[in-house]
């Protein structure tokens, strides 16, 4: 992979847009793709601000459109819309391409990069796992993002190691730690916990992540959801490199206090979470092995009937929303 890389980002959003200025301002050719007409304008006409824990820099994208049209072939492509969009943004992508194109799918939960290489194969993919940012899209062309902890990337079928370091040298040249892992369930999982502690929890309750740590009921039901987890990576045979789980968890959230979950700022937006990719799959792997998952699940359940009572109020779509809360900090893509 090239010095100065061409990179598509294909869910531009409020993580998407932290990738995007931040490898646009190392010298990549960083194209951007986004559906919110609103952040496409505001980046075309007075360029991508990112601010926050990697400083405050305005950059001018080589493009930023709502369709990979005109893009060509690129060196990297980062698929980092939400779970449940995997598969139209794999297919908007093939024009990106290439025979020497690195594929890296960043999404939370589990379930995406079988659904992306269902579409572009796997044999350029990597799987991404990203956290800690606290991310927000605080106006149209303007992201800020609290931290940047967590970057981690692993093969998903037969990428080689020299492909996967070079993919991986685009970030780390624009000022992302990254570390590579050959277990990329031991990956996904050790980031999973903590999107299954705090990603329900915050969204039922609309606290922050340091708010659920410091209330003794909201951390309970946190902790349960957490520990069912960490018994279901057991039973599967997942390894989890973190000690204590619960202190790992604690952690993790206590560095990003003020974050606002993604799942809690899809609700204030009126829109679909992830609560299937995050909650529903740890629960229904917990069922094929045999492990119970009562509080994961009563979560859950709770989200997706909030989500049908939403769905019959149309007036609540994005449409109706043109911005982030400002206030808001997204967890992660």
Request: proline share 4%; with cysteine; glycine share 12%.
């Amino acid at each position: 992979m090239p010095t100065h890389s061409k990179v598509a980002i294909v869910g531009c959003g409020a993580m998407g847009s932290v990738y995007a200025g931040l490898m646009q301002l190392a010298g990549h050719e960083v194209h951007g793709i986004c559906l919110w007409t609103d952040h496409v304008r505001a980046v075309q006409t007075g360029g991508l601000r990112v601010h926050g824990k990697s400083g405050d820099h305005t950059v001018d994208l080589a493009s930023m459109g709502t369709s990979t049209d005109g893009v060509g072939e690129c060196d990297l492509v980062v698929i980092a819309t939400k779970a449940f969009d995997v598969e139209s943004a794999a297919q908007a992508a093939r024009p990106l391409i290439g025979p020497g194109t690195v594929v890296q799918s960043i999404q939370n939960g589990l379930g995406s990069p079988e659904r992306v290489a269902g579409v572009l194969g796997g044999e350029r993919l990597a799987i991404g796992v990203v956290g800690g940012f606290g991310a927000s899209v605080s106006t149209p062309g303007e992201v800020h993002h609290n931290g940047m902890e967590m970057v981690r990337f692993g093969a998903y079928d037969t990428l080689t190691r020299a492909d996967l370091e070079a993919s991986a040298q685009v970030w780390t040249s624009a000022g992302f730690e990254v570390r590579l892992f050959d277990d990329t369930d031991q990956m996904v999982w050790e980031k999973l916990i903590m999107n299954v502690a705090f990603s329900g929890t915050t969204c039922l309750t609309g606290m922050t992540i340091g708010q659920v740590l410091a209330d003794a009921d909201a951390w309970h039901v946190a902790q349960e959801c957490a520990l069912e987890a960490v018994a279901v990576a057991r039973a599967a045979g997942i390894f989890l490199d973190v000690g204590d789980p619960i202190q790992h968890v604690r952690l993790l959230g206590g560095r990003i206090p003020d974050a606002r979950p993604s799942m809690l700022l899809d609700h204030l937006l009126g829109e679909r979470g992830e609560v299937d990719a995050i909650l529903v799959q740890v629960a229904r792997l917990g069922e094929r092995h045999g492990v119970a998952t009562p509080t994961l699940q009563t979560v859950a359940d709770l989200i997706r009937a909030r989500e049908s009572l939403m769905a019959a109020a149309p007036e609540r779509q994005r449409g109706d929303s043109p911005r982030e809360p400002s206030s808001s900090a997204r967890l992660n893509a």
